[in-house]
C-alpha cells in the first residue's frame, strides 16, 4: 500500500511579521492539508514551536494578540547585544509549558546558525524554548545562545526559509512561507536599528530566494507596509497570511495529487 506523502511546512523569518504565519495554518487546516513536520528560522520557530505544541491557529492568533516587546526582551548593552531575548523563553513557556522537543505533537526543528562557521544548525534535542530563542537571536541585536561548543544566532542568516530543513526531516512536499520582503518606498527606515535590518535584509535577497526556492511550494504574503516591529497589527498580519495561502491550496493539492499518483505507480523501484 502506497504511503501518503509527508508535507512539511518550511516558516521563515520576519520578526513582528511572523504573526502571519499563523493566517497560514489557518488556511491550511480550513483545507484540510495536513502538516506532519515543521522547520522554522526566528519568528517562525516561535509560531512552529507553538504549532507542534498542539496549539490551534486560532488559539496562536488569541496568544499573539497577548506579546509585546516590553515583555519579550530587555536591554542589555553587551559586547555581543544590545538586547536579552529571554522574555521570549518565558512567554513560550507560560503558554505551553517547558518542553522539550521529545514532548512535542509533531517533529519540530528551530534552525539557528553557529556564528562561528556560518552554517545552519537544526536545533531538535533538549528545551523548545532555548532553542527558539537561539533562533530568534538576530546578530548585534539580540544576545547570541551558547549551546555546547556552537555560539547561536538568528537561523535568517543561514536558512531565511528553512525548506531545506524540512526535506531534511523527512518531508516529501514542502511548504514554504517567506516574509523577508523589503518595506515600501514610502515608508523609509525610521532609526538606527531598522537600518540595520533594512541594510541586511537587502544583502540577504540572494540567499533568500536561494532558500526559498528550495520549496515546492512557496506562500509569500504581501506585507510591505508593515514594519518588522509592528506588533499591534495581529488581524491583518494573520489575514494577508491566511489570503496568501488561500491562493496556493489548488497547487498544494496538485502536487499532494502527483506525488500520491508517483508513489502508487506500479513497478517502479525505490530511490
Same mark, same amino acid.
Given at each position: ?11 521563515? @523569518? ?27 528560522? $526566528?519568528?517562525? $520557530? ?18 499573539? &494578540? ?5 515583555? *519579550? ?12 531575548? $529571554?522574555?521570549? /523563553?518565558?512567554?513560550?513557556? +507560560?503558554?505551553?509549558? #517547558?518542553?522539550?522537543?521529545? #514532548? ?7 534552525? +539557528? ?14 528545551? =523548545? ?5 537561539? !533562533? ?10 551558547? !549551546? @555546547? ?21 523527512? +518531508?516529501?512536499? =514542502?511548504?514554504?512561507? /517567506? ?19 533594512? !541594510? ?11 532558500? +526559498? ?9 504581501? *506585507?510591505?507596509?508593515? $514594519?518588522?516591529?509592528?506588533? #499591534?497589527?495581529? &488581524? ?29 505507480e506500479p513497478g517502479q523501484a525505490?530511490?
Amino acid at each position: 500500500m502506497a504511503r501518503e506523502p509527508r508535507i512539511g511546512l518550511a516558516l521563515g @523569518g520576519g520578526f513582528a511579521r511572523g504573526v502571519a504565519h499563523i493566517g497560514v495554518l489557518q488556511a491550511l487546516a480550513a483545507h484540510r492539508i495536513p502538516v506532519h513536520v515543521v522547520a522554522g528560522t $526566528s519568528a517562525g $520557530s516561535l509560531v512552529g514551536a507553538l504549532f507542534a505544541a498542539g496549539c490551534d491557529p486560532g488559539q496562536m492568533e488569541r496568544l499573539a &494578540g497577548e506579546m509585546n516587546w516590553r515583555s *519579550l526582551v530587555r536591554l542589555r548593552l553587551r559586547r555581543e547585544g544590545l538586547l536579552d531575548a $529571554s522574555g521570549l /523563553e518565558r512567554f513560550l513557556v +507560560a503558554r505551553v509549558g #517547558d518542553l522539550h522537543f521529545s #514532548d512535542l505533537c509533531l517533529p519540530f526543528a528551530a534552525v +539557528a546558525t553557529d556564528l562561528l562557521t556560518g552554517q545552519a544548525v537544526l536545533l531538535t534535542q533538549g528545551r =523548545v524554548a532555548t532553542a527558539v530563542r537561539a !533562533s530568534c537571536a538576530y546578530p548585534g541585536l539580540f544576545l547570541p545562545v551558547r !549551546s @555546547g561548543q556552537h555560539t547561536l544566532v538568528d537561523g535568517g542568516i543561514s536558512q531565511p526559509v528553512p525548506a531545506a530543513a524540512a526535506r531534511q526531516m523527512g +518531508a516529501d512536499l =514542502v511548504i514554504g512561507v /517567506e516574509l523577508s520582503q523589503g518595506r515600501s518606498p514610502a515608508q523609509p527606515p525610521r532609526n538606527l536599528i531598522h537600518i540595520m535590518l533594512e !541594510s541586511l535584509a537587502l544583502v540577504q535577497q540572494p540567499l533568500i530566494r536561494e532558500s +526559498a526556492a528550495d520549496a515546492d511550494v512557496l506562500i509569500r504574503p504581501d *506585507l510591505q507596509e508593515f $514594519s518588522v516591529f509592528e506588533l #499591534d497589527r495581529v &488581524g491583518e498580519l494573520v489575514a494577508r497570511g491566511r489570503a496568501a495561502a488561500e491562493a496556493v491550496i489548488p497547487r498544494i493539492r496538485a502536487r499532494l495529487a502527483e506525488l500520491s499518483g508517483r508513489a502508487a505507480e506500479p513497478g517502479q523501484a525505490a530511490h
